[in-house]
């Protein structure tokens, strides 16, 4: 069957997570003094783990609610772990890089991944994401895309799964159930669908179990970003490949 819709992960797949910006502690200090009305009342690791507190306490809430595989809104955890951002109106706090993930990690979008995108789209594949992510991966994706002169617009937002809409996330199986009747919507069966991931539990198996087609990247990948352009449809994918393989002077 021809591959018609290729759904990507993020996180470990189109984005490869860093650590902090080098000046993030200058920011953080700048941030308090600025916004905050004096120095910091917790150090980076402090609002980092505060953080995570506040992130297993809403998983445990969910949890006991009956959903096995919760999410979190950031914005939320990080009034939790910073109430001093509650001073702020909303307008204004919400602009600040806290919301962000810059005191976290920062992004980038390998070559390899760039360029399997663009080979996709080439090909007539509709492509889509499936993330769990919170409201600042999206300006996080677009922003690794652009050097390499893509952006977010390649992926319907009718195959996009974001798990801060929906308060649950991978690997639960609704996820790709509702992808699935999606693409059903679009005239795709499963098994014209490629999922593409860095997890075999997160990714590949839940899709795996709709029917999907499915493609590890990563480390630990066997044929990694050249065995997702090896399916694509067409000579333009095996030109692709090929070109690659070509030795070079």
């Known amino acids: 069957m021809p591959l018609r819709a290729i759904i990507f992960d993020l996180y470990g ?9 080098a000046d993030a502690a200058a920011r953080w200090q700048a941030l308090w003094v600025t916004h905050l009305g004096g120095p910091p009342r917790l150090d ?33 955890v990080v009034e939790s772990a910073v109430p001093e951002l509650l001073r702020l109106p909303p307008a204004a706090r919400h602009q600040l890089a806290i919301y962000r993930a810059d005191f976290l990690h920062s992004t980038r979008t390998r070559p390899e991944a760039a360029a399997t995108l663009r080979a996709a789209a080439d090909a007539g594949c509709v492509l889509g994401l499936a993330s769990n992510c919170q409201p600042y991966t999206l300006p996080e994706l677009s922003g690794a895309l652009a050097p390499f002169g893509l952006d977010g617009g390649l992926f319907d937002p009718r ?27 679009l005239g795709i069966v499963p098994e014209d669908t490629l999922m593409v991931g860095d997890r075999p539990d997160h990714d590949l198996a839940p899709a ?13 990948a066997d044929g990694g970003w050249s065995a997702v352009r090896a399916r694509l449809p067409g000579s333009l994918a095996r030109s692709v490949v090929d070109a690659e393989n070509t030795p070079t002077d």
Not at 14 to 20: A, T
Request: proline share 11%; glycine share 6%.
């Open 13 to 21: 797949t189109l984005l490869e997570v860093l650590p902090p910006p």
């Open 208 to 220: 795996r179990a709709q029917g999907w087609q499915t493609c590890l990247v990563g480390p630990d």
């Open 159 to 185: 195959l996009t799964f974001l798990s801060f809409e929906h308060g649950f996330s991978k690997p639960d199986p609704h996820v790709f159930q509702l992808l699935t009747a999606r693409l059903q919507l």
């Open 44 to 76: 980076l690791p402090g609002f980092r783990e505060a953080c995570r507190r506040a992130v297993e306490v809403a998983h445990t809430a969910a949890r006991a609610r009956g959903i096995e595989h919760p999410e979190v809104f950031w914005p939320q």
